[in-house]
């Protein structure tokens, strides 16, 4: 079945880099857009970063616009989230999700997501 | 776009039914989704294009709407419908926004 699968959270100091990841079985990762989305504690969702099927297009949130990198790796079917300079205001839950569209960046919803990696940027 | 969804929280008792509202700050045509959010869980697609449902999804889940208002009907709620409740727009983009949520909870 689809699945998606993130890890790399844990606690990091304010302005040291993270690297998430979502590795990606039961369907044509390369063939899809991904997104990340993230959930501040007790808070609602926030779209974060958006990456086409062969990475050569990519949009992102203005709250992260220039700190935060979203790549993938289609051989290892896996999509990355490089988070540099995190603040506080960082700390959440970070998913990935499939975008209902397969190839190049448009509109569209998010079926279906992952489990969540929590990153708690701290000092 | 802001997505605004009224009532913060819906208190319905098991059996009835219950009225979810989403609200663009402009037009998104019929290019809204809904999820499902459950305590500790990842978001759940039920409806895309404002009223398909998602594979799987029972029929007593409902939407309709499109331009700025929409609408999101559980007919019949069981226990395990009682969760968070988030619409998203995905017409105009980037970003991809969401509103705040709707709390379903026992009344």
């Known amino acids: 079945q689809v699945q998606l699968v993130e890890s790399g959270g844990g606690v990091v100091q304010p302005g040291r880099s993270l690297r998430l990841s979502c590795a990606a079985s039961g369907f044509t990762f390369s063939s899809y857009a991904m997104h990340w989305v993230r959930q501040a504690p007790g808070k609602g969702l926030e779209w974060v970063a958006v990456?086409?099927?062969?990475?050569?297009?990519?949009y992102y949130a203005d709250s992260v616009k220039g700190r935060f990198a979203i790549s993938r790796d289609n051989s290892k079917n896996t999509l990355y989230l490089q988070m540099n300079i995190p603040t506080t205001k960082d700390t959440a839950v970070y998913y990935c999700a499939r975008d209902m569209n397969q190839w190049l960046v448009r509109g569209g919803w998010f079926d279906p997501w992952g489990q969540g990696t929590l990153v708690t940027v701290s000092s | 776009i802001v997505m605004t969804q009224s009532p913060a929280t819906l208190s319905v008792s098991p059996g009835e039914r219950a009225t979810l509202s989403c609200r663009a700050s402009?037009?998104?045509?019929?290019?809204l989704a809904w999820y499902q959010q459950k305590p500790g869980q990842a978001p759940r697609l039920l409806i895309y294009?404002?009223?398909t449902r998602a594979t799987g999804i029972p029929a007593r889940f409902s939407g309709s709407g499109s331009g700025t208002e929409f609408t999101l009907t559980i007919s019949s709620l069981q226990s395990e419908d009682f969760a968070v409740y988030y619409c998203q727009q995905y017409n105009n983009w980037p970003p991809w926004t969401f509103g705040q949520g709707t709390r379903v909870e026992i009344k």
């Open positions: 294009d404002a009223s």
């Open positions: 990456i086409s099927y062969d990475g050569s297009d990519k």
């Open positions: 402009q037009s998104v045509r019929s290019n």
